[in-house]
């Protein structure tokens, strides 16, 4: 008897060299894109980052404001007027009734010397409200890693899942090809020609299935990376550790404990809690009284505003009463007054003027606004705690979950691979006896259909196993490669 090759290996090795020959040319006329190239570009475009990384800028420019609030302050100011009719000159306050023109300007300043802590506590809460918004751009960050890496990793799957749908296709085509060469020269039976082509229909099925599965994949990528969806990218396979590498006996408890206070969900709570209890103090300060400095220098101009320049006897006098008695007049002399018009630098001279002073605003009864603040802020220090706490309990929880998860992984891979090697000997046993007619077409489809669900099995279970122990490194954290 004459044995003959498995159709099996036979097709495999044959659709191998033909996908891998089209995979070059495809890869030639596409851009290639590694696992860091795709965190890189998402981080780089992804719009709600970029919504993250400005309101950090923001908090920052509300940080460098609140020290600036320790300095003085120093203003300018002026005005021109221009008065018609009657009206009172501004500065020699007469009145006249002539247009008018006048202006003056001055410089004042003002130095806060007390005002409850409040500016040394609003400081404190800008950082601490900094610091929470550059953990919540981290944390965005981390989501868009974890999800680039999960929808990489599930194109790589897809990929083998096609490629080895496609070599099932192919060993569905020889089959057939083989059961109707039979049932032409009479050896096989419709009904096993009838089971080829089910198979092969089944086969050709899987194939569209893997197809539509890879191209959203694919899609999801692209719309994480920003990129346009019709410009077509292949992703490079990263060189992955040996399953038989991957850890699976973690302690979730030190998990925790290691990664818990820089976990950016955690630090975002904190800060988030810090700044809340600051923001009580600053509340506080209001039930303080205020004490701050004020300083002015200024002056002014009329066009009104006039001198005497000179003053001369007109020879005659003026009555202004009489003795008691004798009844004699009382005379005083007239004079001739010249006057002229002040000038610009004279007025600034002669109206500069300066004013210093301190301030004390002592809070008595407002309505119990402050001490309503106080309660309202220490609600929300209290509201910020929860949070907080929440914050660590979810993630406790999603460290015990993925440690789980990695466990659960692992036992499925080996389960799954374990079956794979089982349904590949078996199927080897009956396509020996289907060759020599010991097997009907019946059970070898069936066994054919096994070992093609069990090859199924394998490259999701291990892809799975990859993330999952990926997962656990990133919570440590180590850096998303392979």
Known sequence: MTLRRSPFKTGIAAFA??????????????????????????????????????????????????????????????????????????????????????????????VPIFQGFRLWHQVSQYKYQLEADKSNTRKIQNDLSLTVVTTYLQVLSNEDLLLAS????????????????????????LADLSQAKAQFATAELNVTNSLNQ?????????????????????????VINEIGEINSKYAAAEIYAKAADNYPDVRLAQNRSLAALKAVDVAKSSLYPRLSFSGSIGSGYSNNRQHLVSRELTGQNTVIGFLEGTNQRVLTPEFASTFEKTNFKDQLDENFNQTIGLTLSIPIFNSYSARIGVRRAKISYQN?????????????????????????????????????ESSKTAFDAISKRYDVGLVNSLDFNQAQTDLNQKQFDVIQARYDLIFRNKIIDFYLGNPLTF
């Not at 509300?62 to 009206?87: D, Q, V």
């Not at 705690?385 to 015990?400: D, G, M, P, S």
């Open 17 to 110: 060299f033909a996908f891998c020959t089209l995979a070059s040319g495809t890869a030639l006329a596409q851009e290639s894109i590694t696992l860091e190239q795709a965190v890189a570009l998402t981080l780089q475009n992804n719009l709600q980052i970029k919504q993250a990384q400005l309101s950090e800028a923001l908090s920052d420019e509300n940080l460098k404001e609140s020290k600036l609030f320790f300095y003085p302050t120093l203003n300018a100011g002026g005005n021109l007027n221009f008065n018609f009719g009657r009206n009172v000159d501004p500065l020699t306050y007469e009145f006249v009734n002539q247009q008018t023109t006048s202006s003056n300007g001055n410089i004042s300043t003002s």
């Open 166 to 189: 496609q070599q099932q296709l192919q060993l569905a085509k020889l089959q057939l090809d083989r059961e109707q060469k039979q049932f032409d020269v009479g050896s096989k039976t």
């Open 214 to 238: 890879l191209e959203i994949s694919k899609l999801n990528l692209a719309q994480l990376m920003e990129r346009d969806p019709a410009a077509q990218f292949s992703v490079v396979k990263p």
């Open 384 to 420: 910020a705690k929860v949070t907080e706490q929440l914050a660590r309990n979810n993630f406790n929880k999603v460290i015990y979950q993925a440690v789980t998860d990695l466990r659960a992984a692992q036992s499925r891979f080996l389960s799954a691979s374990s079956a794979f």
